[in-house]
């Protein structure tokens, strides 16, 4: 079985600051993980994924992802946050091994921006 | 690329209507998934397809979900009869490797 698990529903930050935003996970097999990005009435839109290429991995408008297998966590960062990345972002898993592509999503955080 | 295409984007109807969503997938993917979200629940898979197959239904809440994949380029989804707590958006997915490309939803209410 798997699962991610997103910890803080809503994280505000203030333009230009440090975006941290925490996810752990759980699975029986090796996983990929994914971040997601929902703006208002949109559909979700992949920022990055890891696939056990890279444990760092880059993603789209500055975001970044460390895969940390010890503690079982895949937190997303960018280092100065911007207006524009006001939005919910959802942490999601499958398995790598899996014939199926299923994915797991968390239960999202939503990030605001403080001006 | 059109990406995935869901129909209708809003859908209002009223309790003990029937409801079909709609959802063209990106060409060549060859898994298609069922989502809803709530803000209650968040995002729930309902069902998703391999090759126009149903592999996994077991998100479907009840008896009155039903989804079908004719052939690569369709899908659809049905509510009958529908209920108020179906309310919710309904997302379509497609896939060919690992990461989806997802629709811009349909937002049903059912009053």
């Known amino acids: 079985a798997q699962s991610v698990t997103q910890l803080g529903s809503h994280v505000s930050v203030s333009e230009g600051a440090l975006v941290l935003l925490r996810c752990n996970y759980s699975?029986?097999?090796?996983?990929?993980l994914f971040w997601y990005v929902q703006y208002p009435n949109q559909g979700l839109q992949l920022l990055l994924k890891?696939?056990?290429?890279?444990?760092l991995v880059k993603g789209i408008n500055g975001f970044e992802a460390e895969f940390k297998k010890s503690e079982t966590s895949f937190h997303l960062t960018k280092p100065s946050a911007h207006m524009s990345d006001a939005a919910e972002y959802f942490c999601?898993?499958?398995?790598?091994?899996?014939?199926?592509?299923?994915?797991?999503f968390g239960s999202g955080t939503r990030l605001s921006i403080r001006p | 690329d059109a990406g995935v295409i869901q129909s209708p984007r809003h859908e209002v109807t009223e309790m003990g209507q029937e409801v079909t969503l709609r959802c063209k997938p990106i060409?060549?993917?060859?898994?298609l998934f069922w989502y809803r979200q709530t803000m209650m629940r968040g995002l729930e898979l309902l069902i998703y397809?391999?090759?126009?197959?149903?592999?996994?239904d077991s998100g479907m809440p009840e008896d009155r979900f039903s989804a079908k994949m004719p052939n690569a380029s369709f899908s659809t989804l049905k509510i009958q009869p529908s209920e108020p707590r179906d309310s919710a958006v309904y997302f379509c997915?497609?896939?060919?490797?690992?990461?989806?490309?997802f629709g811009s939803g349909t937002r049903l209410t059912v009053v």
């Open positions: 999601a898993v499958s398995g790598r091994y899996s014939s199926a592509s299923k994915i797991i």
């Open positions: 397809f391999n090759n126009n197959v149903p592999i996994d």
């Open positions: 997915a497609s896939s060919t490797s690992y990461g989806y490309t």
């Open positions: 699975s029986s097999v090796p996983p990929y």
């Open positions: 890891y696939t056990s290429a890279a444990t």
């Open positions: 060409s060549g993917h060859d898994y």
